[in-house]
């Protein structure tokens, strides 16, 4: 699995979720963005959070200073730190990596496997 998204689950309003994408080596090594984005049914997929290689993060105006983004470069990973949850961020997130193979001259975009979060009482 290049990308493993993972961390989903019901919370109630105003609670905190940690979700993870774990990323293979290769595909963390030559990431130059990954990116969060959730998905509820009729909607548009939504970019909530991104964070560059360098540590440069971004967030959409509906979850910031709620969430927040990190890179453990140690694990290969990206967490989304989820608080003071809403029922509108009620969705399935997805977690994305833009790579560019230097050696190659390739840019590729993997996907993850979605993880569902449910906000409810």
């Known amino acids: 699995v290049q990308l493993q998204a993972s961390g989903g689950g019901l919370v109630q309003p105003g609670g905190s979720l940690r979700l993870s994408c774990a990323a293979s080596?290769?595909?963390?090594?030559?990431?130059?963005?990954m990116v969060w984005y959730r998905q509820t049914p009729g909607k548009e997929r939504e970019l909530v959070a991104r964070?560059?290689?360098?540590?440069?993060?971004d967030y959409a105006d509906s979850v910031q200073g709620r969430f927040v983004i990190s890179r453990d470069n140690a694990k290969n990973t990206v967490n989304l730190q989820m608080n003071s949850l809403k029922p509108e961020d009620t969705a399935v997130y997805y977690c994305?990596?833009?790579?560019?193979?230097?050696?190659?001259?390739?840019?590729?975009?993997?996907w993850g496997q979605g993880t569902e979060v449910t906000v409810s009482s």
């Open positions: 964070i560059t290689a360098g540590g440069d993060t």
């Open positions: 994305n990596a833009d790579t560019f193979d230097r050696t190659r001259g390739v840019a590729t975009r993997f």
């Open positions: 080596a290769r595909i963390f090594s030559i990431a130059t963005m």
